[in-house]
């Protein structure tokens, strides 16, 4: 996986309502202000790098524990599975309400992002940076990926607050979701054939 591929994973989680621009459509058309919308981007972005770098961290301090081989069958195994249920699953992740503080959103788009796997899809990338830069590589990554994210993320949710409105929403949410589900499974089984293919290429040589 390359960095175009983190930055274009980082745009497709943007696209999402389930990542946080839902929510702040829903604070600026309560509010009736701009300004809310644009407050609560930053912070929707601040809980989303917090869940994808959590996934960072912990793969740069176990790589140098376990091989990148077992690390990445482990995490194609748990992408797989996470994507199928994701896939399968009729229920969506809900709050309750939709008035919250700014400290209130950090944390819901921290579950919600790590709850939709967010940081589970850069699986393939954590465990191929090198293992003396593996954290502050990892953290990078997801940096990146974020960034992404919140440029993407924030065009969607100035394009609906001022032309859309939040009812397109109910069309548009079905297909997103099984999208970021098939894309789970897909990542999944390309890190399982990935690390395949290592595993070969180390026992034949």
């Not at 990148?68 to 309750?96: N, Y």
């Not at 209130?104 to 796997?117: K, P, R, T, V």
Request: aromatic share 8%.
């Amino acid at each position: 996986m390359t960095i175009a591929a983190v930055i274009l994973l980082g745009a497709f989680h943007g696209l999402n309502p389930a990542m946080g621009w839902l929510f702040a459509v829903a604070r600026g058309l309560q509010e009736r202000s701009r300004d809310q919308l644009l407050q609560s981007l930053p912070v929707i972005a601040a809980g989303h790098l917090a869940s994808v770098a959590s996934v960072a961290l912990v793969v740069g301090a176990t790589g140098s524990l376990v091989t990148g081989t077992v690390l990445s069958v482990a995490g194609g195994m748990l992408l797989v599975g996470f994507g199928l249920w994701r896939l399968l699953s009729r229920r969506h992740f809900r709050w309750v309400g939709m008035r919250l503080s700014l400290p209130q959103l950090a944390a819901w788009s921290f579950l919600m992002s790590s709850a939709h796997g967010a940081g589970l899809m850069l699986i393939p990338v954590f465990t191929r940076l090198h293992k003396g830069h593996a954290i502050s590589g990892g953290l990078g990554v997801a940096a990146l990926h974020t960034l992404a994210m919140f440029a993407v993320a924030g065009t969607v949710a100035v394009i609906v607050y001022e032309v859309a409105g939040i009812t397109v929403l109910r069309r548009a949410w079905f297909n997103v979701d099984r999208m970021w589900a098939a894309a789970l499974l897909g990542a999944g089984i390309i890190t399982l054939a990935q690390a395949a293919g290592s595993h070969s290429i180390s026992v034949t040589g």
